[in-house]
């Protein structure tokens, strides 16, 4: 028995060495209507995960579908792409590796050193950070519990004030309303830190946050979050029960009041474009919803942060019709863009929502704009699908800088068009 096992040893190590397969992400591309249809149905019936379109209703003719693919599910994934002759390339192809390497070290830097906002940090990190910040800058920075999320965790936002003129407006900006996006809660930190750093010795941040206070929810999904960190990467949507599904989450993207649950959602709770149970069903999206309610005679510009694909987006998305400022808002996108092509050298695509990427209602901007916050914008973060959700953090700089670049656009011309800006505190 027991040289029958050493055989059997032997024999697996012997073979399955040239051939082991990881968790991989394939781009793949259908030529035909039949091609689609195969890859839809790959893509929903065996175990994988779509990275994108976030739907496979999205998957079309031509398009680029980045298509998670577990290790067991390799072969078979393969085998159906080779015998419909759909063409693939593999895109990452060990994904094991590059998920170790984002959660390394997680927490040895000082809060206070520039490498810290280089690097993703867990939930509860976060909230260590968030405390932190607060406490060492306690006449600049508030933390505002604004609700729970699903599984209670508190929704903390920070508000930085960092000048004390009265009927100031101010700006507002979540990151991580989806899960596995990571650059979204590292922008937000980054966000925080590189404002309270560079505040009287960056002409633009001042001006910004001398005509401006700032909201920064950084996590907007922490169960989602927590979840990505201890159990499932690819997670996207929360993670609330259904009634009468074995599915779990909402995607809190969906979950708006505008144009709710129409085409480009799902009724469907195993889906990862659900829409819940009806508008606001979740405790994540009430409580964002509720406070910018209560905020929107400030609050002027809205910001959501997303990844990937590098887009500065705004409404509508729930609808093709334009928006009444869309020359507006496509000339602030445009500039934004404009200056990250100049100082970075990357692309990055912008435009209304639906007629730049597809149909996607129930989105946190379009109810935004239709609040009456007439500026408010869907920052996609890097890449383009080289590394996707799983950006290394060797790239989180960059990123970081390239969206800050598109946030001073932005947020200048605003205060360019509804106020009259105060004296700045920078000089020369
Ligand atoms: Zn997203």
Redesign the pocket.
Known sequence: MKTLLIWFVLMNLDTGHSTETHDQVLSITSKTQEQVDVLKNISTQHETVLWQPDSPQYIREESHVHLFVPANSSKTVKDLLQKHSIAYVILLDNTKELIEMQTRNVSTDPRSSSSYYQRYHSLEEIYYWINWTAQNNPSTVKVILIGSSYEKRPLYALKLTLNNRPNKTALWIDCG??AR?WIAPAFCLWFVQHSLSFYGRNKDITNILDNMDVYVLPVMNPDGYKYTWTTDRMWRKNRSISKGSSCIGVDL?RNFDANWCTMGASHEPCSQIYCGAFPESEPESQAVADFLRSHKDSVQLYLTI??YSQMLLFPYSCTLDEVENHQDLLEMAQEAAQNIKRHYGNNYKYGAGAKTIYLAPGGSDDWVYNLGIKYSFTFELQDRGEYGFLLPPSHISKACKEAVTAVKAIALKVIEKTQVPTRSLYTV
């Open positions: 309303i989806h996006e993207n997303h990844s």
